[in-house]
């Protein structure tokens, strides 16, 4: 049995295995101890029985401190309060168990509670799996950002990185679907326009 619980500092210390993937973006500890100490109730792990991390969720949610300059507001770039996911990994030996879609769906009653319009995240587009892992939850792909990793593991080996998909799962507030778009895969922005 698993167990979703808050993220604790001393959980860097146990998710390496859920980070050994490819495709998994990995970050410094400074960057998700600065996320613990600005979001701690939005960054959780499950945990397996035996004390080991099997997957874990970083996200916040978004609005004044993260949003969109106010002289954007009537820009094609804007981005409302709206909940984001910044990372979720689950390990090798944990994955089909339902474990993304759930602590997804933590994010997903946060971001209702907040009033957000929207969750949204950055996937590879490289990564087919978790595309349509997050299509299978009702996400949709809102734009392509050209460019947006830096590096290239699908072995294209393109000197210009690999583009990004900014998916989005529209919530209870986005009542009418204004911020979610069909054949997002053909809108292009560039990197320096997302925030």
Same mark, same amino acid.
């Given at each position: 049995? $698993?167990?979703?619980?808050?993220?604790?500092?001393?959980?860097?210390?146990?998710?390496?295995?859920?980070? @050994?993937?490819? @495709?998994?973006?990995?970050?410094?500890?400074?960057?998700?101890?600065?996320?613990?100490?600005?979001?701690? $109730?939005?960054?959780?792990?499950?945990?397996?029985?035996?004390?080991?991390?099997?997957?874990?969720?970083? $996200?916040?949610?978004?609005?004044?401190?993260?949003?969109?300059?106010?002289?954007?507001?009537?820009?094609?770039?804007?981005?409302?309060?709206?909940?984001?996911?910044?990372?979720?990994?689950?390990?090798?030996?944990?994955?089909?168990?339902?474990?993304?879609?759930?602590?997804?769906?933590?994010?997903?009653?946060?971001?209702?509670?907040?009033?957000?319009?929207?969750?949204?995240?950055?996937?590879?587009?490289?990564?087919?799996?978790?595309?349509?892992?997050?299509?299978?939850?009702?996400?949709?792909?809102?734009?392509?950002?050209?460019?947006?990793? $830096?590096?290239?593991?699908?072995?294209?080996?393109?000197?210009?990185?690999?583009?990004?998909?900014?998916?989005?799962?529209?919530?209870?507030?986005?009542?009418?679907?204004?911020?979610?778009?069909?054949?997002?895969?053909?809108?292009?922005?560039?990197?320096?326009?997302?925030?």
């Amino acid at each position: 049995m $698993s167990a979703l619980r808050p993220f604790h500092a001393l959980d860097l210390l146990k998710f390496n295995h859920t980070n @050994l993937d490819n @495709l998994t973006e990995n970050y410094d500890i400074t960057y998700y101890l600065t996320y613990l100490a600005r979001w701690p $109730s939005l960054i959780n792990v499950i945990e397996g029985p035996k004390g080991e991390i099997n997957a874990y969720r970083q $996200s916040k949610v978004m609005g004044k401190l993260e949003s969109s300059p106010h002289i954007y507001r009537h820009t094609s770039h804007y981005l409302p309060w709206h909940a984001h996911i910044t990372a979720l990994t689950v390990a090798p030996s944990a994955r089909r168990l339902g474990l993304a879609r759930r602590l997804s769906k933590t994010l997903e009653k946060a971001g209702d509670e907040f009033n957000a319009w929207f969750v949204d995240l950055f996937v590879r587009e490289s990564n087919k799996v978790a595309i349509e892992m997050y299509r299978g939850m009702g996400y949709s792909v809102y734009r392509r950002v050209v460019g947006y990793y $830096s590096d290239d593991p699908s072995g294209r080996d393109r000197k210009d990185g690999e583009d990004a998909f900014d998916m989005r799962k529209p919530l209870e507030r986005d009542k009418f679907r204004e911020h979610i778009r069909e054949k997002g895969e053909d809108v292009r922005v560039y990197a320096q326009d997302v925030w």
